[in-house]
């Protein structure tokens, strides 16, 4: 694990620096987000209506901002060998995924953590179950990066992989979005934790599923 964290730190201290792929991802959810807010315009002053727009709203921004965060995961490392420097490195390569994983997801957090108070602010709206919105969120980022992290390096040494990787995610992350999105939509109508356990359990069974299948399955993914 502690070699994992030695590779997420180094990832993002190289995204910090440079801050390339994190401004991309924050401009890509906020045109979203300013797009449908112009869109809806109509309903923005009707509370009710906003709390049954905000998941998908929310959720189309996190996942496309998401999937182009992923189509750069990997890249990087191809440029001057350094995807190979890792495979050559005396680690487990399960624990490149791990840290893959874990780099990708901080990053998906700032990203959100900056979209919704944007959302707040252009759909005149006021969130209730802040806690309960971060539970829903945090399951649902780790499930999205445990299988996009695993398809990025699976994709990285195609010609087409700009394509293939959403062709290949979208499908893969369905069981993420659908009780993410419904568990998100019950928080904000309430508040109230309790009314979205199924849900929770969903996203919690989901994520344990497919960090444990990529880490068996990494090594493949990589593999010359």
């Known amino acids: 694990m502690i070699k994992s964290i030695h590779i997420a730190a ?6 910090f620096r440079t801050k390339q792929m994190l401004n991309s991802m924050l401009i890509f959810s906020m045109v979203v987000i300013v797009i449908f807010s112009i869109s809806f315009g109509e ?6 209506m906003v709390a ?23 890249a ?13 490195s005396p680690i487990d390569r399960s624990s490149i995924y791990t840290g893959k994983t874990i780099s990708g997801a901080l990053l998906m957090f700032v990203v959100e953590l900056l979209t919704i108070p944007i959302f707040i602010v ?9 806690f309960g ?21 699976l994709t990285v040494s195609t010609r ?11 499908p893969l992350i369905i069981p993420v979005i659908i009780p993410a999105v419904m568990a998100t939509g019950k928080i904000l109508a309430d508040g109230n934790i309790a009314n979205i356990m ?27």
């Not at 990087?76 to 050559?88: A, D, F, H």
């Open 133 to 153: 919105l971060a539970v829903v969120i945090f399951l649902g980022t780790v499930g999205f990066m445990s299988v996009g992290t695993l398809l990025s390096a």
């Open 10 to 15: 180094k990832d993002l201290r190289t995204e």
């Open 198 to 224: 199924t849900e929770l359990r969903l996203l919690l069974v989901y994520d344990l599923i497919f960090l444990v299948v990529g880490q068996l399955v990494f090594e493949y993914t990589i593999a010359d």
């Open 76 to 88: 990087g490392e191809m440029e001057n060998g350094c995807l190979e420097g890792l495979k050559l």
């Open 122 to 130: 252009l759909f005149n709206y006021s969130i209730t179950g802040i």
């Open 52 to 74: 049954q727009l905000a998941p998908g709203v929310l959720w189309i921004a996190f996942t496309f901002a998401g999937t182009l965060g992923l189509s750069r995961a990997f």
């Open 43 to 48: 309903l923005l002053g009707r509370p009710e």
């Open 160 to 170: 087409t992989r700009e394509i293939m990787l959403p062709v290949l995610l979208l």
